[in-house]
T-cell receptor, first 112, second 117 residues
């Protein structure tokens, strides 16, 4: 079936790079998203990439897409305490407005 | 900026009560969603609306109903709340436009924490 998988936890030292990984099963997606959820809040869109792209960079964020392996990653350079949050990977489809498949989220914690 | 507003952030209700969760968006989006978020389960779609008075069941519609009488407002209704409906509920909206220019981005509200006792 359709699925998006992420590891549940990641711990990184402040100042290091964080890499959050995601794998998906449905290769017909049009968009792949990364959302950030801070404690007690809703989901905030961080960035998205079209499925025909390999990479997207936006300041400290780098998204890499490996379509062959159905693998998406989010790299956060120079990780700060404000980056502590849950990060969700998701697939979106032009073929269906209601179909958005979310992963379970990766909780990123920052060590001093 | 798109704003999706959920009127109730924290609610405590008794088993068997009728519960209304309200959501309003200000960007004239056609599509609106209600999700439920539980630890380790991610987001699960309860209901989706693609236009006024139009709705579609999501993955877990049992025990819920929805109402979309106006384009900007999408309500989630728990006819008879039960303890297994204790959760965080997230409303979201998105434009219908597809392709490069829309990005198909979905925007979320801040969430409503519901506790059923």
């Amino acid at each position: 079936g359709e699925d998006v998988e992420q590891s549940l936890f990641l711990s990184v030292r402040e100042g290091d790079s964080s890499v959050i990984n995601c794998t998906y099963t449905d290769s017909s997606s049009t968009y792949l998203y990364w959302y950030k959820q801070e404690p007690g809040a809703g989901l905030q869109l961080l960035t998205y990439i079209f499925s025909n792209m390999d990479m997207k960079q936006d300041q400290r964020l780098t998204v890499l897409l490996n379509k062959k392996d159905k693998h998406l990653s989010l790299r956060i350079a120079d990780t700060q305490t404000g980056d502590s949050a849950i990060y969700f990977c998701a697939e979106g489809f032009d073929s269906s407005a209601s179909k958005i498949i979310f992963g379970s989220g990766t909780r990123l914690s920052i060590r001093p | 900026d798109v704003k999706v507003t959920q009127s109730s952030r924290y609610l405590v209700k008794r088993t068997g009560e009728k519960v209304f969760l309200e959501c309003v968006q200000d960007m004239d989006h056609e599509n609106m969603f209600w999700y439920r978020q539980d630890p380790g389960l991610g987001l699960r779609l309860i209901y989706f609306s693609y236009d006024v008075k139009m709705k579609e069941k999501g993955d877990i519609p049992e025990g819920y109903s929805v109402s979309r009488e106006k384009k900007e407002r999408f309500s989630l209704i728990l006819e008879s709340a039960s303890t297994n409906q204790t959760s965080m509920y997230l409303c979201a909206s998105r434009t219908t436009g597809t392709g490069v220019h829309s990005g198909n981005t979905i925007y979320f509200g801040e969430g409503s924490w519901l506790t059923v006792v």
